[in-house]
């Protein structure tokens, strides 16, 4: 038996060929970017090493004004937002939709349609409906009799961030409503049972017993929601590419920007390596920072 | 007992809100589905939210033939598929390895994979696109084949491991008492028992491979060989005065995943779980 499962040659059959893609295209590649990042190079001349000088250059002199910390502080910001926007409102759907009312499934397979939509299609479409003057939104302000409040969203610094900022929100409510509604359902019915005995309220009961059981997987929707931004490229990319910039700019678009635009590689590959160590950092701060319910029982 | 716990709520007002919400969800993409049958004076203007005047089925011609979405369509298809089929057999084969064959390092080789869930793709792309240059890959199918596969390799391996370590030893003993080889033990009786893993973890890849537009929109350069989701950004520029066709071209890219998800919904809905859980 033994000789069968500790068959070296199968295993070697079942594990290398995958192994030596993911080492060739998935790790080698980022050990690139981390020296690709010390280096002066433009992808054609020969290459410079100049140490740590691109990351100087990145947060203190910014010498080609593309105002990488402004671009940090946007993808912290959408953070916030879908944190503090998106998480609440997708749990108080997940908590009412979980407890039964009528239509439950109904408006469970509803909500979730935007995260099929391709992100493509999410950007033309809200180019769409931004449009300053037949986009789907000021038509509406307008017959609204809110003509005041319209604007020319995208392109105003004022509302450009928050305009490409809330399809995301939108987009993904549904995504993390449906694994919070995924863990409520988990939770065993004879605890909601001992509370309504105990005469607890539902809101009573949602706080001290529902959110306290998903708290684990309220731990995922963070950290995914916080990775996400700090990483977030498609929308931006496809919606304002940038501009007006710092306004709209993020990390991964003047990544792509440096590399493929001005032929920036060993500057681009800086903005590169900052994202992997930023979001490296953030995945363990949350892990340590968020104690669930699981960490309290294990302690 | 729900519904005595739901009493105290006022249920129409929570109806009410539920509907709003649907509506908040779900109108922009009936608008783009409203607006893709209608003229450009219609959509710039004339009829901006309402039913079109006369269903234009012309514009779905013009995208789908003129604009050659159609052609964009198929190579989206052709990949992703591509993409889950290998994917789904090399994470299965890494997974059975690690979960069920005795050897040292199958920890070490599990860990190093899993760091993959955690590390931006963005990082590999210079790399990446001058590796498929070099090789000659670059502007051909594989460019994103590969990359693809890669990305997905973590996640599914993830969940499939999970379904291996589930299984009962006893099964695979028997078979091998009954004469099996290490390669019949796993695609005679393993592979078949881990099919809702394959099927949870496929459409995830799916999902996400037939949404990506990084890659996509950098390693293929040829209109012809691009994804739907490349077609689409460019659309907005090089058919801009289009409106409608460009209408046309994005419900052709979104209305087959909605389709695919009303019937699988349950199985979506499990395998976005199951890809979660992973965090």
Known sequence: MHQVFGNKKAIAVFVVPALILYILVGFFPILQSMYYSLLDWDGIQPAKFIGLASYKDLFFTDTYGMDFNHSILNTLYLAVLSVFMQLPIALVLALVLARGVWGEKLYRTLYFIPVLVSSSVIGVMFLKIYQPEYGLLNTILNQLGLSSWTHDWLTESGTALISVMIPIVWQYIGYHMLLMYAAIKGIPEDLYEAAKIDGASSIRTAFSITIPLISPILKVCVIFAVLGS???????????????????????????????????????????VFMVVECLF?????????????????? | MTTTHNRRWPKVVLQLAFLIFAVIQLYPLVWLVFSS??????????????????????????????????????NSLMY???????????????????????????????????????????ATLLPVFQMLKMTSLLNTPWALIIPYTVSALPTTIFIMIGFFRALPGELEEASVVDGCNIYQVFFRIMLPLVKPAIVTTSIFTFLSAWNELMFANTFINDPDLATITVAI????????TEFGPMFAGMVVATLPMIIIYLFLSNQVQKSIIAGAVKG
């Open chain 1, 230 to 272: 700090l990483k977030f490229f498609d929308l931006v990319f496809i919606m304002t590419n940038g501009y007006p910039t710092p306004e709209t700019s993020v990390p991964s678009t003047l990544m792509y920007s440096s590399i493929f635009n001005r032929n920036m590689y060993g500057y681009g590959s800086a903005m590169a």
């Open chain 1, 282 to 299: 953030f995945y363990l701060v949350l892990q340590k920072l968020i104690r669930t319910y699981d960490d309290k029982e294990e302690s």
């Open chain 2, 37 to 74: 049958f209608k003229t450009n004076l219609e959509i710039t203007g004339s009829n901006v939210m309402g039913l079109p005047n006369e269903w234009r089925w012309a514009n779905y011609d013009y995208a789908l033939f003129k604009a050659n979405i159609a052609r964009n369509f198929l």
């Open chain 2, 80 to 122: 992703t598929t591509v993409t889950v089929i290998i994917s789904a057999l090399l994470s299965a084969m890494v997974s059975f390895a690690v979960a069920r064959m005795k050897w040292k390092l199958n920890n070490v080789v599990l860990t190093f994979f899993m760091l993959g869930l955690m590390i931006p793709v963005h």
């Open chain 2, 233 to 240: 950004n460019s659309f907005k520029s090089a058919y801009a």
